[in-house]
């Protein structure tokens, strides 16, 4: 008896459901007024997107001149340093011991040259050992080459010091580029003070770049040419940064809409074209945001009347009066 109640229940919520929408669906909504614009092709600059690290313009990797071991460093990473201040000390007991002898050998050799009981060629080669022995102990002092900041410190106290081996890197903070590969199909579209519109991720900060440097041999390992890009940016920027550089090499047409036109749902992106007066949801498929609007690469003709502003909430199928 109960499930037999239930069953004349629903029954009836269907047939009262079926009389509503049946009765709603003969009062259509009110029309929404709505401006719309029709889709056409437009001629925008056609670009290429290469990413980079941001770079100081000076900088200078310091290393020793003489092999011995590090005993002491006076900086860190971030330390802001004067030109010929001293970044550390090497162990120079070895070097000042030769110097000693060196200058003790110098000495006797110049009496004996005066007392003409030495060869011109024997002083000679005892006063080039005297002047390489007193540069070593002077080597033993590493220092920095200009005033800048320590980028980089690539040493520990106790380490080998050797020349070509690096212990830090000395950095400019007050001009920076951004250095980039560009493929060298695309040489002939980077020119030496091209403009180049440049976005930092770490920033938020768009910048205008302007090419300073393209290295006429490019790497044959990735088909590709290092550009160096200078920098003019309105947030401080660091060494490091990831940035993201636009080259304009050359023209192409496309659909474009302003990007309020652009609804997204989810994983859906629509928007709305008016045909027979009433609202159509259309899926489309969008590609880059340009300075004209996004790119509509797919879901949409050429002569399409698209709604841009309505003074009511959209759906598919709204009545629409055009203004």
């Given amino acids: 008896m109960k499930m037999r109640t239930f069953m004349i229940c629903l029954m009836a919520l269907a047939v009262l459901g079926g009389c509503s929408?049946?009765?709603g669906a003969g009062?259509?909504?009110?029309?929404?007024?709505?401006?719309?614009?029709?889709?056409?092709?437009?001629?925008v600059p056609d670009t290429y997107e290469a990413v980079g690290t941001v770079r100081s313009k000076v900088t200078a990797t310091v290393s020793a001149k003489v092999m011995a071991?590090?005993?002491?460093?006076?900086?860190?990473a971030g330390d802001s340093v004067r030109a010929g201040e001293e970044l550390a000390s090497l162990d120079d007991r070895?070097?000042?011991?030769?110097?000693e002898r060196a200058r003790a050998d110098f000495l006797r050799y110049k009496a004996l040259l005066e007392s003409q009981a030495a060869t011109p060629a024997e002083f000679?080669?005892?006063?080039?050992?005297?002047?390489?022995?007193?540069?070593?102990?002077?080597?033993?002092?590493?220092t920095a080459p200009f005033d800048g900041v320590v980028g980089q410190k690539l040493c520990e106290e106790g380490d080998l010091a050797s020349p070509g081996k690096a212990l830090?890197?000395?950095?400019?903070?007050?001009?920076?580029r951004l250095e980039v590969q560009v493929p060298e199909r695309l040489a002939s579209a980077v020119g030496l003070g091209n403009r180049v519109r440049v976005s930092i991720d770490a920033t938020e900060d768009d910048c205008?770049?302007?090419?300073?440097?393209?290295?006429p041999v490019g790497d044959p390992s990735i088909r590709s040419f290092l550009v160096k890009i200078d920098l003019r940016c309105g947030k401080p920027l660091k060494s490091g940064m990831f940035g993201r550089a636009q080259f304009?090499?050359?023209?192409?047409s496309g659909l474009f809409l302003p990007r309020a036109v652009i609804h997204e749902r989810g994983q859906l992106t629509f928007l709305f074209v008016v045909a027979d007066g009433h609202a159509h949801m259309r899926l489309v498929k969008t590609g880059n945001e340009t300075p004209v609007g996004v790119e509509v690469l797919s879901g949409l003709q050429l002569g399409e009347r698209v709604i841009t502003n309505a003074n009511g909430e959209l759906s598919d199928g709204s009545s629409i009066r055009e203004k």
Avoid: C, W
């Fill in 94 to 99: 070895d070097m000042r011991a030769e110097y």
């Fill in 69 to 76: 071991s590090i005993q002491h460093i006076r900086v860190k």
């Fill in 124 to 142: 000679d080669a005892v006063q080039s050992r005297y002047r390489v022995a007193e540069a070593n102990v002077s080597y033993a002092s590493i």
């Fill in 208 to 215: 205008a770049g302007t090419v300073a440097e393209a290295d």
């Fill in 248 to 252: 304009v090499v050359g023209q192409r």
């Fill in 27 to 43: 009062r259509e909504a009110p029309a929404l007024e709505a401006q719309t614009m029709e889709v056409q092709l437009q001629r």
């Fill in 168 to 176: 830090f890197v000395v950095e400019q903070p007050a001009d920076f």
């Fill in 21 to 23: 929408r049946h009765e």
